[in-house]
């Protein structure tokens, strides 16, 4: 593990939406599967790509989007369940990571926001 939490359990999030994308065989759901891979491996991206930002505004703006494509891919997931595409324990299990990627994806916005204003 490296020193940032948020990196590290968003790059997990990213490998368990890819298994899950990768495992659900359900003919004509594909246009599903591609909106859950797109915004679950988004989320990690914008993230490693935020550590790498060229101002503290481009930082938020990156966790902003983060944060956006976490709801988005728990809409997906929910979908996913709802429509017995997954079980209810790889639903329970992933939206739990989403949502604790998501609370530490606000307070960093909340305090990145603070440190700009000061």
């Known amino acids: 593990m490296t020193e940032n939490k948020l990196v590290d359990l968003s790059f997990e999030f990213a490998k368990k939406i890819v298994d899950i994308a990768d495992g659900i065989k359900t003919p004509k759901s594909s246009y599903m599967i591609d909106q859950l891979a797109r915004a679950g491996t988004s989320v990690g991206a914008n993230i490693h790509e935020a550590q790498y ?17 976490a709801n988005e891919t728990s809409y997906w997931l ?3 369940y709802e429509t017995k595409r997954i079980n209810e324990i790889e639903y329970r299990n992933t939206e739990i990571l989403c949502g604790n990627i998501r609370r530490l994806l606000i307070a960093s916005c909340s305090t990145a926001k ?3 204003i000061k």
Request: proline share 0%; net charge positive; aromatic share 4%.
């Open 78 to 80: 929910k979908l996913l």
């Open 114 to 116: 603070q440190n700009i």
């Open 53 to 69: 930002a060229h101002s503290k505004s481009d930082f938020v703006a990156k966790l902003e989007i983060a944060l956006k494509e």
